[in-house]
């Protein structure tokens, strides 16, 4: 069965603090992992990889993805209350899975 | 340029009543979307469709009808709504490229089923 988990579910930090989001897969035909933001509403897109072992970065947001190992991590250095949000990891094959979010809240 | 507008916003059903939710896009997107969302589930897909005309079940089909008549709308149809039923819904469109290519998002529909 195809199936996204993210890790850690939720996640707790100071202002300044650095964290890193990982995402895990398991899908039959593999197309690009997505990376997306929610914060109040609809869920803003991030990143696209589809290569591995090529950084996109935006910022103070970088990812890399990992084909190999069936993964890729989302990195906010610096991180600023305005990064508090949902994290949400999504896989393209024929459809598109998502996974379960990390919630992450930075405190001032 | 409005990109992904649901409606509506908010409503609130009895069981067993119906409705549809209406996910409109003006960016000629071929591909569009439902999803749920519930807390700590991330978005399930409920139904998709590669374009006009055509539409496909995803993970958490069963109680939903969708429609693609016209290419830029996609409606959700829920014939008698259950209690299970109330969630955040989201639609979202993708364009048809070579390549995957992100998707857009609308700002959610909040149902609830009493």
């Known amino acids: 069965e195809d199936k996204v988990v993210q890790s850690p579910l939720s996640l707790v930090v100071h202002e300044g603090d650095t964290v890193t989001l990982n995402c895990s897969y398991e899908v039959t035909n593999f197309r690009s992992l997505l990376w997306y933001k929610q914060e109040k509403k609809a869920p803003t897109f991030l990143f696209m990889l589809?290569?591995?072992?090529i950084e996109k970065k935006s910022g103070r947001l970088s990812s890399i993805l990992d084909k190999k190992e069936l993964f890729s991590i989302l990195n906010i250095t610096a991180t600023q209350t305005g990064d508090s949000a949902i994290y949400l990891c999504?896989?393209?094959?024929?459809?598109?899975?998502f996974g379960k979010g990390t919630r992450l809240h930075i405190l001032p | 340029n409005a990109g992904v507008t649901q409606t509506p916003k908010f409503r609130v059903l009895k069981t067993g009543q119906s409705m549809t939710l209406l996910c409109a896009q003006d960016?000629?997107?071929?591909?569009m979307y439902w999803y749920r969302q519930d807390p700590g589930m991330g978005l399930r897909l409920i139904h998709y469709s590669v374009g006009e005309g055509t539409t496909a079940k995803g993970e958490v089909p069963d109680g939903y009808n969708v429609s693609r008549l016209k290419k830029q709308n996609f409606l959700l149809g829920l014939e008698s709504a259950a209690p299970s039923q109330t969630s955040v819904y989201f639609c979202?469109?993708?364009?048809?490229?070579?390549?995957?290519?992100?998707?857009?998002f609308g700002d959610g529909t909040r149902l609830s089923i009493l």
């Open positions: 999504a896989v393209k094959d024929d459809k598109i899975i």
């Open positions: 960016m000629n997107h071929e591909y």
């Open positions: 589809t290569s591995s072992g």
């Open positions: 979202a469109s993708s364009p048809f490229q070579q390549g995957p290519q992100p998707q857009h």
